[in-house]
């Protein structure tokens, strides 16, 4: 539990709030590019999730991910609000947190560690695995998006755009946050410490 203390922590530094508001903006922009699948939607929102959760924590990107879930249906509102989808927002941020946030320390001005990106690629397929495979489909089934007949063809075609884009995303995890840790560490001349 001292996970969470530490990343509530956070939340004293300026610093943390105001790039964490600057990831969740990213966040909305990144969204507003989705290709809506009907059956599924593909974005790199994630990405700024994940970032949140690497450099503040499981406290910090839980609250992050619902944020941008809300935030994101007042700027694009596409029916009614459903407030399912606000904690599994939530849920997503939070796996970025447990799973990254002060795990591995890191030296600047040497390659990101190997193990970070483990650390990143096994969270996004966490995030795969149990938010879009399997909550998502069942909100969308809970809230009669889905009905029995259609339930097993959209998570076929669920399991498919998620096998073709875990790749995709694998890389772009690995390039991005690899980016972001530089350049947090180059701005604010400041290392992760690691648990």
Request: glycine share 8%; with cysteine.
């Amino acid at each position: 539990m001292k996970i969470f203390r530490w990343s509530l922590e956070e939340l004293k530094s300026l610093r943390a709030v105001i790039v964490t508001g600057l990831l969740i903006a990213l966040s909305m922009v990144i969204e507003s590019f989705t290709i809506n699948l009907g059956f599924a939607k593909i974005n790199f929102a994630f990405l700024a999730i994940a970032a949140i959760g690497m450099l503040y924590g499981p406290s910090v990107s839980l609250f992050a991910g619902a944020v941008c879930d809300v935030l994101g249906y007042m700027v694009a509102p596409d029916g009614a609000f459903f407030p399912l989808y606000t904690l599994i927002g939530a849920a997503q941020g939070l796996i970025y947190g447990l799973i990254a946030y002060r795990r591995i320390p890191t030296r600047t001005g040497r390659a990101f560690d190997t193990e970070m990106i483990i650390r990143l690629v096994t969270a996004r397929i966490v995030d795969v695995l149990f938010i879009n495979l399997i909550c998502n489909t069942a909100a969308n089934y809970h809230y009669g998006f889905l009905s029995d007949r259609t339930l097993g063809a959209a998570i076929g075609a669920r399991v498919a755009k998620n096998l073709l884009e875990l790749p995709i995303d694998i890389v772009l995890i690995a390039a991005v946050l690899t980016a972001v840790l530089k350049a947090y560490e180059t701005v604010f001349g400041k290392t992760r410490k690691p648990a």
